[in-house]
């Protein structure tokens, strides 16, 4: 018997939050039963192409949607799917303009499934493009999903009720605490026994604002103590902010050391994880964060129910960058554990993940079926 394939509708596999929680779900799920297919917007190589390629999967690669090729992109989805008859499921965790490709695929008799993963639409242009594209976004999905309650509210309103949560699981074994991993690490980057290490797993860009990060960090080391902010993760801002921890006094103290495929061991190096976002779902990074047993001080604008451990703190980000520093400081020393169990029993070890999924998918023969 062949697997069921699904096709996941996302922008492009790079490392991300979203393409992480997908890839660690496509790792664990019985890949006899269930194939992921991608259909991604950009044309270039991602990160993750090669191990989907590897587990089984298939890449499409469609138009970017700019507006202006409205009608171009109408027409490749209506071709696909014409072409495509046995993918009878479409989970498009690109929600910005999924009321575009569901609408169609609704009409070819497809389930359709929208994912959301975030918690506030942002600011500016972007943020009125992503109000009109997700006005009645309920009109085009059979199945909502959400990371949060939050996340749900934010997309789907009114309906926010309907909508399954779907934790953001990870493969929590991977990141239990182990010292001899910290110490590697450490030395990598010549950080004394005695320097504190405040980390960031993110995109570089405006909306993760790391560049918080950096003036808080100024003001630790204006004090006279010992810190350093380590930040994984893709820029999309150039040298912008090396150039802006320079202009700070800091540059000294900071390591940009781009996307790493062992996220894992690199938490084990931190003492700190700090995410002043100005808004997310349900971040993967801070719940790798806290398997790995890191305290952690987060935005409020980030979701409560990330807390799931009892190792978040959360701060305005209108509250004094001295007062970010002063809970920094207060945050340690403390005892690293193991948090394993806390983060199964919690259900965001990706095997409960993957178990749900996989039952959905199953059961889920067609929309008349089923409605």
Not at 45 to 73: F, M, R, S, T, V
Not at 222 to 234: E, H, P
């Amino acid at each position: 018997m062949q697997p069921k394939r699904i096709l996941l509708i996302v922008h492009e596999m790079n490392r991300g939050g979203i393409e992480t929680l997908l890839m660690n779900i496509f790792r664990t799920i019985d890949r006899e039963k269930i194939i992921f297919d991608f259909v991604v917007h950009v044309s270039e190589e991602c990160d993750y192409d090669a191990e989907i390629k590897e587990l089984g999967g298939i890449i499409y690669h469609c138009p970017d949607y700019k507006i202006w090729n409205h009608l171009l992109y109408k027409h490749w989805w209506k071709k696909f799917l014409a072409e495509h008859p046995d993918y009878d499921i479409i989970h498009s965790h690109l929600f910005t303009i999924a009321k575009v490709h569901l609408r169609i695929a609704k009409r070819m008799n497809r389930v359709t499934i929208v994912h959301s993963h975030i918690s506030s639409r942002g600011s500016g242009i972007k943020a009125f493009i992503r109000r009109v594209y997700t006005t009645n976004i309920n009109s085009c999905c059979d199945y909502k999903f959400a990371c949060s309650k939050v996340a749900a509210e934010y997309l789907f309103g009114e309906q926010a009720e309907n909508a399954y949560i779907i934790k953001n699981g990870i493969i929590a074994k991977n990141y239990i605490y182990d010292e001899q991993t910290r110490i590697r690490i450490r030395e990598s980057l010549g950080v004394a026994d005695d320097e504190i290490v405040i980390g960031n797993v993110a995109s570089i860009n405006a909306r993760k604002n790391q560049k918080f990060i950096l003036d808080v960090l100024q003001v630790l080391l204006a004090r006279g103590l010992k810190y350093r902010f380590v930040c994984l993760g893709k820029s999309h801002v150039g040298n912008a902010y090396e150039e802006y921890a320079a202009q700070l006094g800091v540059a000294d103290k900071v390591h940009f050391v781009g996307v790493q495929s062992n996220v894992n061991e690199w938490l084990q190096a931190f003492d700190i994880y700090m995410m002043p976002s100005l808004y997310e779902g349900l971040p993967v990074a801070a719940v790798e964060a806290q398997a790995a047993g890191l305290r952690c001080l987060l935005s409020d604008t980030i979701s409560a129910e990330t807390d799931i451990t009892g190792l978040v703190d959360f701060m305005s980000l209108e509250t004094p960058k001295e007062q970010w520093a002063q809970t920094i400081i207060n945050m340690t020393p403390y005892e690293r554990k193991d948090m394993y169990a806390t983060i199964a029993a919690a259900g965001y070890d990706i095997q409960t993940s993957t178990d749900w999924l996989t039952d959905f998918y199953l059961n889920l023969k067609n929309k008349k079926e089923t409605k």
